[in-house]
T-cell receptor, first 112, second 112 residues
């Protein structure tokens, strides 16, 4: 079945770049997503990439997609303490069409 | 502004009781989803609906049911609450033809 894997923790210093990695299994996913969850809150859509793209840049965020290796990454430039959160990678649940399968989430801790 | 709301935000109940968690969205989205979030498991799909009168089982549907009588609401019912159902529950919605989901703020359910 579909599965999404992420490393669980990442710790960086303020001002450094953060790279959060994800691997997925369903190569037919049309879109791949990054969601952010701040403490005590719901998930907020951060960015997404269409499956026929290799890269997408949105201000401090860069998403890289390697379809051959089924690898997705999220790079946050100039990481700030406000970026501390849990980041979830998600792919489409192929059988259902638009339901999503989430990874377990990567907790990003930013120290000043 | 259009939004997605969940109620209650916090609920404590006893084992064996029936519990219903409400989800209401004002975007007129066709697709609605229920997830539970647990430490070590990330988000897991419980049930989803692609329109009125449509419901489908997700990855962890045992012990849960949903009904979709209108576009705006997808209540989640725990028929006989169990301690294993202590979790944070998130509702989400998306428009037809898109995978991008928007999440509610979550309901923290404790079953004693």
């Amino acid at each position: 079945g579909e599965d999404v894997e992420q490393s669980l923790f990442l710790s960086v210093r303020e001002g450094d770049s953060s790279v959060i990695n994800c691997t997925y299994t369903d190569s037919s996913s049309t879109y791949l997503y990054w969601y952010k969850q701040e403490p005590g809150a719901g998930l907020q859509l951060l960015t997404y990439i269409f499956s026929n793209m290799d890269m997408k840049q949105d201000q401090r965020l860069t998403v890289l997609l390697n379809k051959k290796d089924k690898h997705l990454s999220l790079r946050i430039a100039d990481t700030q303490t406000g970026d501390s959160a849990i980041y979830f990678c998600a792919e489409t649940l192929n059988q259902a069409g638009t339901a999503l399968i989430f990874g377990k989430g990567t907790t990003l801790s930013v120290s000043s | 502004d259009a939004e997605i709301t969940q109620s209650p935000r916090h609920k404590i109940t006893e084992t064996g009781r029936q519990v219903t968690l409400a989800c209401h969205q004002t975007w007129n989205h066709n697709n609605m989803f229920w997830y539970r979030q647990d430490l070590g498991h990330g988000l897991r799909l419980i049930h989803y609906s692609y329109g009125v009168q449509d419901t489908n089982k997700g990855e962890v549907s045992d012990g849960y049911s949903v009904s979709r009588s209108n576009t705006e609401d997808l209540p989640l019912t725990l028929e006989s609450a169990a301690s294993s159902q202590t979790s944070v529950y998130f509702c989400a919605s998306s428009d037809a033809g898109t995978d991008t989901q928007y999440f509610g703020p979550g309901t923290r359910l404790t079953v004693l």
